[in-house]
């Protein structure tokens, strides 16, 4: 601030009128007289400004444009800088000295206002790869970040955490019998002996549990019990009686079509037919199709592989008939069979389907190994193992996998050791 400004304090006088503090005299003064009334009016001076022209009676003169000089409140003393080339420093008037006179009311602030949002500009939303990344990034950030050990130990004894969910598919849904047992509990143990119901009994099995499945498979079998029925059949019939299982009109036809083929072409042995990718990838690569491949031939192909090609059915029918198609034996265990030290079919078996992995782990058990269904490789079961599985103390874990109920204590009596 320069040393030409002066500080002036402006109060009300009688009129109403703002007027400087120097002004005012004391109450028992005559008040200020009124000015004459003038109007205002904008020109431009020589320089191009706005300047306020006043317009004045006619008795008076006019005088020079003068601009006008705005002042500034001070919110914080209720004071007024006045330019005034007279003074020579600038002094403070504190309004508590005129206490007669009327104060001024300061107005207050305005509170701000928190910025107005548009409805038509909002945040883009996040897109599912941005979450992914998010997660992607708060994974990492938990694992690079240290545990503490009293977390560690509640999250692990914490009684009311959430059990493990069994893995869909691995695990049986029939429970690990005795060894000492007849059967598993498969219904392709019952139709060993007829290959043809079998194929349609496993064709039933697809994409339904076998609790649906296997009653309507024997009121459609009780309709047409034989091939040559079935594939006569009108397909509309077929599809009442299977209408529930969802896939009617594919699986009548599909059922139709095993029956006429079986008619036409029936399995025999001396010909097989390659299917491509079974049972491994490169399977069936070499054979150009509809080609029969003899017993001579040492390439992979299946006596049924013309009717179809369902990995399922193709595991199915190995392991419970081929042995007999082929006149080696009398039961798909090797029964009856004239060859020394005879490998029935079914060992040789790799399934994917979760049913037939366990009925083989328990066959494979029956002769002392315990099987590892993914690779093909065994071991010899322990002698806890082996009292488990007689005593009917076997049950699938999690992961289709055999685990001990309550594991004995001793050994396994004479009669129930391995040769």
């Not at 120097?22 to 431009?44: F, G, H, I, N």
């Not at 996040?126 to 509640?154: C, G, I, M, Q």
């Not at 599985?389 to 129930?416: H, K, P, T, Y």
């Amino acid at each position: 601030m320069s040393s030409a400004n002066k500080l002036h304090c402006f109060v009300r006088d009688s009129s109403g009128r703002f007027v400087p503090t120097d002004s005012v005299k004391a109450s028992s003064e005559p008040p200020t007289p009124t000015l004459p009334q003038t109007r205002s009016s904008a020109a431009r001076d020589e320089k191009g400004r706005f300047t306020k022209q006043m317009s004045l009676p006619k008795d008076q003169a006019p005088r020079e444009p003068v601009d006008e000089v705005v002042p500034a409140t001070s919110q914080e003393h209720g004071c007024t800088e006045i330019e005034d080339s007279e003074s020579e420093a600038p002094q403070l008037i504190d309004v508590s000295e005129a206490q007669s006179l009327e104060p001024i009311q300061i107005p207050k602030a305005k509170a701000k206002r928190p910025p107005t949002k548009s409805p038509y500009f909002l945040l883009p939303p996040v897109t599912p790869s941005k979450r992914k990344a998010l997660k992607v990034k708060s994974e990492a950030l938990a694992e690079s970040s240290p545990k503490k050990e009293d977390d560690e130990d509640s999250t692990t004894s914490s009684p009311q955490s959430s059990p493990k969910k069994r893995s869909i598919g691995l695990v049986s849904c029939i429970p690990f019998p005795p060894l000492a047992s007849p059967t598993f509990g498969l219904i392709q143990e019952k139709l060993a002996s007829d290959p043809f119901r079998l194929l349609i009994a496993v064709t039933f099995l697809n994409r339904t549990h076998a609790k649906h499945a296997i009653p309507v498979y024997y009121a459609l079998m009780e309709a047409y019990p034989t091939p040559e029925s079935l594939a006569e059949a009108n397909k509309e019939d077929i599809v009442d009686i299977i209408r529930h299982l969802g896939f009617q009109n594919q699986r009548a036809e599909k059922y139709q079509s095993y029956a006429k083929k079986w008619l036409s072409d029936p399995p025999e042995k001396g010909k097989r037919y390659a299917i491509k990718g079974y049972p491994a990838k490169d399977s069936g690569r070499d054979i150009k199709k509809d080609e029969i491949v003899t017993d001579a031939d040492e390439r992979e192909a299946w006596e049924i592989g013309h009717i179809t090609s369902g990995r399922y059915a193709l595991d199915s029918w190995r392991i419970f008939c081929r042995d007999m198609l082929r006149g080696l034996a009398t039961g798909w265990n090797g029964e009856d069979s004239k060859e020394e030290n005879f490998q029935p079919e079914w060992m040789r078996v790799l399934p994917e389907d979760k049913e037939l992995r366990a009925y083989l782990r328990w066959m494979w058990l029956k002769e002392g190994f315990e099987w590892d269904p993914r690779t093909g490789e065994k071991d010899v079961a322990g002698v806890g193992l082996m009292r488990a599985a007689i005593e009917g103390r076997i049950a699938w874990d999690d992961e289709g996998g055999m685990s001990v109920l309550d594991e004995g204590i001793g050994e396994v009596s004479e009669e129930l050791k391995l040769e």
